[in-house]
T-cell receptor, first 112, second 111 residues
């Protein structure tokens, strides 16, 4: 089982819709969870971090964490064409917070 | 304050050659990482370090070596380059449990 798995893409949504991105992880001891956005040819940039169960909202973005189900998601409300990118889920493991592992990413396209 | 600096940005290597990818940070972060990203894929962890003198293997360490003699520098060494090592390499740093900051990447082609 891979350490971090993301729902297979690509994902295409119309402008203004809600985009839902999902991620599961295998290490029950994971403590820190991150969502990164990566535009083509660029470095990943942080969108959201979440450390405890529940929801965390930042503008149009909401991260949801369920440690019992080993599941973390990212919702993007009122999607914009500028949100078109690859979204990467990252999770710490190795019993602490040192090792940071990424999923394969989900490519999102927002159609005008 | 440059953040995370990677050099070179681009490199073409012949099969069997060796090279070192440089990564330097000025944020005084304790954790440093090397990832590779193949086309259309996510980031695969090669090696990481939690501090000077301490390194550990990631998901895909074969064919690579690292060292961490200072807090600032974390070079990645490729010995006997192979076409399978053609990829984009990213260096990243973190402070404790916070988010990672990335360098601009090194695009490596092995021919």
């Amino acid at each position: 089982q891979k350490e971090v798995e993301q729902n297979s893409g690509p994902l295409s949504v119309p402008e203004g819709a809600i985009a839902s991105l999902n991620c599961t992880y295998s290490d029950r001891g994971s403590q820190s969870f991150f969502w990164y956005r990566q535009y083509s040819g660029k470095s990943p940039e942080l969108i959201m971090s979440i450390y405890s169960n529940g929801d965390k909202e930042d503008g149009r973005f909401t991260a949801q964490l369920n440690k019992a189900s080993q599941y973390v998601s990212l919702l993007i409300r009122d999607s914009q064409p500028s949100d078109s990118a690859t979204y990467l889920c990252a999770v710490t493991s190795q019993g602490g917070s040192e090792k940071l592992v990424f999923g394969k990413g989900t490519k999102l396209t927002v159609n005008p | 304050n440059a953040g995370v600096t990677q050099t070179p940005k681009f490199r073409i290597l012949k099969i069997g050659q060796s090279m070192t990818l440089q990564c330097t940070q000025d944020m005084n972060h304790n954790y440093m990482y090397w990832y590779r990203q193949d086309p259309g894929m996510g980031l695969k962890l090669i090696y990481y370090s939690v501090g000077a003198g301490i390194t550990d293997k990631g998901e895909v360490p074969n064919g690579y070596n690292v060292s961490r003699s200072t807090t600032e520098d974390f070079p990645l060494r490729l010995e006997l380059a192979a076409p399978s090592q053609t990829s984009v390499y990213f260096c990243a740093t973190r402070f404790g449990g916070t988010e990672a900051f990335f360098g601009q990447g090194t695009r490596l082609t092995v021919v």
